[in-house]
C-alpha cells in the first residue's frame, strides 16, 4: 500500500502540475482580452485628440483661405474703381469692398479665438501621443507574450500528459486508482498532506485513529472535509 501511496503522490503531482498550467492557459485568452480593450481605448484617445486637431487646422484654413481670397478680391475692386463710369456703379462697389472688409475683419476674429483652441489641440494630441505610445507597445508586447505562453503551454501539457500515463501505470491497485480519478475530476490537487492531525489543503481535523492509520501508511484515507487522499509525509518517506 505504501508504494501505491507514492504511486499516487508521484501522479498528483505531475496532475497538479497540468492543472496549473492548464488553469493559466484558459485566463490567457481573457488577459489578452483586457489588455485589447485598453489598447483601442488608448488608440481611440489618440485617434479622437488628432481628429480634433484636424478639425480645428481644416477651419484654419478654411478662414486663411476665404481671409486671402477676399483681401485679394477688396484689392483688385478697389484698383478697378476708377474705371467706373458711373456713380451709382461707385457706391456699389464700395459697399461690396465695405461688405468684404467686414468679412475679412470677422473672419479674422474667428481666425484669432481659433488659434488658443489650435494650440491646446496641439498639445492635448501630441501629450497623448508621447504618454500612450509607449504603453501601447508594453501591451502589445504583453500580447506577443501571452500568446508564446499560451503556445508553449500546449507542448508543456502535452508532454507531462505522456509522464502522466506513466505514473497512472504505477498504481497497480485498479480500484483506488479510479478512486483517485473521480477525486480528480472536482478537485486538484488531489493528495492532501496530513500533519499534526490536520489536513494541509482544507484545515479539516482529523480524527485520532484515523491519522494513526496514515502513519501506518497500510490503508488509503480521504479527507471528511474536502474528500482528498490523505498521506503522512514521514511514513512515505521512511
Not at 474703381?81 to 479674422?108: C, F, G, H, P, V
Not at 488658443?116 to 508621447?130: H, S
Not at 492532501?192 to 482544507?202: F, I, L, S, Y
Amino acid at each position: 500500500m505504501k508504494q501505491t501511496l507514492q504511486a499516487l503522490l508521484r501522479l498528483a503531482e505531475v496532475d497538479n502540475k497540468i492543472d496549473l498550467i492548464t488553469k493559466e492557459q484558459r485566463e490567457i485568452p481573457s488577459l489578452v482580452k483586457e489588455i485589447s480593450t485598453e489598447i483601442i481605448a488608448l488608440q481611440q484617445d489618440i485617434k479622437d485628440k488628432e481628429q480634433r486637431l484636424q478639425e480645428l487646422q481644416t477651419n484654419q484654413k478654411t478662414i486663411n483661405e476665404f481671409i486671402a481670397e477676399k483681401t485679394t478680391w477688396a484689392a483688385d475692386r478697389e484698383q478697378r474703381m476708377n474705371e467706373l463710369k458711373t456713380n451709382k456703379e461707385y457706391q456699389a462697389t464700395l459697399r461690396e469692398i465695405s461688405n468684404a472688409r467686414r468679412d475679412i475683419k470677422t473672419n479674422t476674429e474667428a481666425l484669432q479665438a481659433l488659434l488658443p483652441q489650435l494650440e491646446e489641440a496641439t498639445k492635448e494630441y501630441e501629450t497623448a501621443a508621447q504618454m500612450n505610445t509607449p504603453r501601447l507597445e508594453e501591451l502589445k508586447a504583453k500580447i506577443t507574450e501571452y500568446k508564446k505562453r499560451f503556445d508553449g503551454a500546449k507542448e508543456v501539457i502535452a508532454t507531462e500528459k505522456k509522464v502522466r500515463e506513466q505514473f497512472a501505470k504505477d498504481v497497480t491497485e485498479k480500484r483506488i486508482l479510479s478512486h483517485y480519478e473521480n477525486i480528480h475530476k472536482r478537485v486538484s490537487p488531489v493528495m492532501a498532506k496530513a500533519h499534526d492531525g490536520v489536513c494541509c489543503e482544507c484545515g479539516t481535523r482529523i480524527l485520532p485513529q484515523v491519522f494513526n492509520l496514515l502513519t501506518v501508511g497500510n490503508t488509503v484515507q480521504t479527507c471528511y472535509g474536502c474528500k482528498r487522499i490523505l498521506y503522512v509525509e514521514e511514513s512515505l518517506l521512511g
